[in-house]
């Protein structure tokens, strides 16, 4: 079992910069992938950003660098490092970690990011 707490949301203009923190409890965090998603209202939710166990990383063309993923396995804890920031990326960013391979998949609660001026 894994529990995720997510963090770092809020509101910031365009253009601003915001970093999310998901802190991971309960389990081996550094074995497990883990990612980031985003749901805007009456939108699917959409992978943001992806990083492996052995830190390989993956991001949607919309994010493309202006976002970052990173993990710190000591702290159990991946961050997503958001610059550059359009009022399209408003949406409830969830974080997830997974192993495919033992069929887990845990979600965090979700924090909510609001780009607007």
């Known amino acids: 079992q894994v529990q995720l707490v997510e963090s770092g949301g809020g509101l910031v203009q365009p253009g601003g910069s915001l970093r999310l923190s998901c802190a991971a409890s309960?389990?081996?965090?550094?074995?497990?992938?883990m990612g980031w998603y985003r749901q805007a209202p009456g939108k699917q939710r959409e992978l943001v950003a992806r990083?492996?166990?052995?830190?390989?990383?993956y991001y949607a063309d919309s994010v493309k660098g202006r976002f970052t993923i990173s993990r710190d396995n000591a702290k159990n804890t991946v961050y997503l490092e958001m610059n550059s920031l359009k009022p399209e990326d408003t949406a409830a960013y969830y974080c997830?970690?997974?192993?495919?391979?033992?069929?887990?998949?845990?979600w965090g609660q979700g924090t909510q990011v609001t780009v607007s001026s």
């Open positions: 997830r970690a997974d192993r495919l391979s033992l069929s887990l998949i845990y």
């Open positions: 309960g389990s081996i965090f550094s074995a497990y992938r």
């Open positions: 990083i492996t166990s052995s830190g390989s990383t």
